[in-house]
């Protein structure tokens, strides 16, 4: 996590049944990068081509 916070870097979070209670192991994850006060992007879908909105909403990302 410090070479990622040094690099600037972002995490990229994605889990299958997104919607439903998050596994013990989930919440760690989640705590360790805020912890290290790392961005994170949650994403509604494997490919990581959306991203979660702060209204909760999949918004798709737009090609490069």
Known sequence: ???LSEKQGVVW???EA???EPPPI???V???VADARLPIQLSSRP????????NRRS???KPK
């Open 47 to 54: 490919d990581y081509s959306d991203y979660i909105d702060e």
């Open 18 to 20: 997104g919607q439903q």
């Open 13 to 15: 979070y994605y889990r």
């Open 26 to 28: 989930a919440m760690e």
């Open 30 to 32: 989640m705590k360790t």
């Open 1 to 3: 996590m410090r070479t």
């Open 59 to 61: 918004v798709t990302k």
